[in-house]
């Protein structure tokens, strides 16, 4: 098992795969799951010729639960340890939900001053920032969060069956076809990791401002979120993030889930295909 040991003892689970001198693709997960969310994305983009990687973000899956430094500081320091770690260049950053934040807040605060990143993919992704402000009246009202950190202290396993088979992959809509196989995977996924990274995960996901991120950054994004996204609404998210980009292109679907790289996996890997080749 690929285990990298950061400067601050927090061992960071990473899967790399394919040829050492292909170009990197890096995969940024959403919460609370794993790389394992990323294998349909993984075996394809292999087979494409790539080299991928994707890892356990810190008190996730297979990485250390350590009790401190769930913020995207330091996710985006671990992930910086694991670049560095594989001396990875020309790399094409993909992160969804949570994962696109971290990966946006690497790539503005490490990647693209090392000269290491080439490229963006911000899916369903968290920025510009979730919750409602004087300066973001269209975010979710902080009482939302908090519910969810309450919903999850009480219950963890009942919550992420719930969300799972619901709002996440849409099963909640009407003629929707529910997937226990989807579910019970979100679900394993998320068991796997530690309870204390999960409920200050909901903190750093819902608060953590992207703006003066997205401003930096000067290389092409490619923006991609669904119309009938339910856990990160759209009109305050993927356009508002596509506005402040230098070299951001917005890529918008009417009614996909939430979790779309794996309910609509052929529709996002062949726009992603088409994004890396441009």
């Known amino acids: 098992m690929a285990l990298l040991t950061t400067k601050e003892g927090v061992e960071i689970f990473y899967k790399d ?57 330091h996710y985006a320091a671990d992930i910086a340890a694991v670049v560095e770690h594989l001396n990875l260049r020309n790399a094409v950053h993909i992160g969804h939900s949570t994962g696109g934040g971290e990966a946006l807040h690497y790539v ?74 989807t579910i019970q995977n979100w679900w394993r996924q998320g068991m796997m990791g530690g309870a204390k990274a999960h409920y200050d995960g909901i903190v750093a996901f819902s608060q953590t401002d992207f703006t003066e991120d997205l401003k930096k950054i000067t290389i092409p994004v490619l923006v991609v979120h669904s119309e009938d996204d339910q856990i990160v609404p759209y009109a305050a998210a993927g356009p508002l993030s596509a506005k402040l980009l230098k070299n951001g292109t917005l890529k918008t679907y009417k009614d996909f889930p939430h979790g779309m790289p794996t309910t609509h996996a052929d529709t996002i890997n062949a726009d992603l295909l088409a994004f890396l080749k441009a």
Do not use: C
């Open 17 to 73: 795969w394919g040829p050492r001198n292909a170009q990197p693709l890096v995969f940024h997960h959403g919460w609370p799951l794993s790389a394992d969310d990323w294998d349909t994305q993984l075996l394809y983009f292999l087979s494409k010729g790539y080299r991928v990687v994707a890892h356990d973000r810190r008190g996730h899956g297979r990485s250390s639960q350590v009790g401190d430094g769930h913020d995207m500081d």
């Open 108 to 181: 503005a605060r490490h990647g693209q001053k090392q000269k290491r990143v080439a490229k963006l993919v911000l899916i369903s992704a968290v920025p510009p920032i979730m919750v409602k402000t004087e300066r973001n009246p269209g975010g979710l009202a902080l009482e939302v969060f908090d519910g969810l950190r309450a919903t999850l202290a009480a219950n963890r396993a009942q919550f992420y069956l719930d969300f799972a088979g619901g709002p996440f992959y849409g099963f909640n809509r009407p003629g929707a076809k529910s997937s226990e196989a």
